[in-house]
């Protein structure tokens, strides 16, 4: 049973290009979430989406950092024109849905990515 | 909005010892639930241990356990005879009903031989 998959596990950008991140959930789950992890602090939440739908994107920068999670595919966070303060580790975590219920996330290895 | 705070940056011990790693948070919400992750060297998020808010029951995971103290807002996480493998970031976390976790800011754990 595989569990989260991301890749790439290692970006490298020159400023002003874009980052494609991709993330595909465990088998079974239908919600994935994005954190970002600035070095030597903790993971901070960005996103929430459900297949099609963004539930919560409370996290997110309003400009330049976009995510989907389309019906087919993995989950895509895209962040436009990286600036170096985008360096950073990216996680993406998947959970089942129950109504009413919170769910365990379970994070896949992340994504380290390094602007120049 | 929930806050989680971990008091102790670094903490380092021998081997086979207990140890005991500190977590408080704020939240206004009754129905929550609350986690212990680890990030090895590798800098894979594993979960460590979950406890729901309802239960009155500590968690327990092999030689990894809780003591929750729901009126204190506080949940530590104890790990008996600790093992050179536990060397680790540990990360508590909180979860409400917005779904998403709310990370402290982690305990670096050395365990030496």
């Known amino acids: 049973n595989a569990g989260v998959m991301q890749n790439p596990r290692h970006l490298v950008r020159r400023r002003g290009q874009e980052a494609r991140l991709r993330c595909s959930p465990m088998?079974?789950?239908?919600?994935v979430y994005w954190y970002r992890q600035l070095p030597e602090e903790g993971l901070k939440f960005m996103v929430y989406?459900?297949?099609?739908?963004?539930?919560?994107e409370s996290g997110m920068p309003k400009e330049r950092f976009s995510a989907e999670f389309p019906k087919e595919g993995p989950s895509i966070l895209r962040i436009q024109q990286v600036v170096r303060g985008d360096s950073a580790a990216y996680f993406c975590?998947?959970?089942?849905?129950?109504?009413?219920?919170?769910?365990?996330?379970?994070f896949g290895p992340g994504t380290r990515l390094l602007v120049l | 909005a929930q806050t989680v705070t971990q008091s102790q940056p670094e903490m380092s011990v021998q081997e086979a010892e207990t140890v005991t790693l500190s977590c408080t948070y704020d939240?206004?919400?009754?129905?929550?639930?609350l986690f212990w992750y680890k990030q090895p060297p590798s800098r894979q998020m594993i979960l460590v241990i979950r406890?729901?808010?309802?239960?009155?029951q500590n968690a327990t995971e092999n030689r990894f356990s809780v003591n929750f103290q729901k009126a204190a807002k506080s949940f530590s996480l104890k790990i008996s005879d600790s093992q050179l493998g536990d060397t680790a970031m540990y990360f508590c976390?909180?979860?409400?009903?917005?779904?998403?976790?709310?990370f402290g800011q982690g305990t670096r754990l050395t365990i030496n031989p």
């Open positions: 406890q729901e808010a309802y239960k009155q």
């Open positions: 088998k079974g789950h239908s919600h």
């Open positions: 976390a909180f979860m409400g009903g917005a779904q998403k976790l709310v």
């Open positions: 975590a998947s959970s089942h849905w129950t109504s009413g219920t919170q769910e365990t996330q379970y």
């Open positions: 939240t206004s919400e009754n129905n929550y639930y």
């Open positions: 989406l459900q297949k099609e739908n963004i539930i919560d």
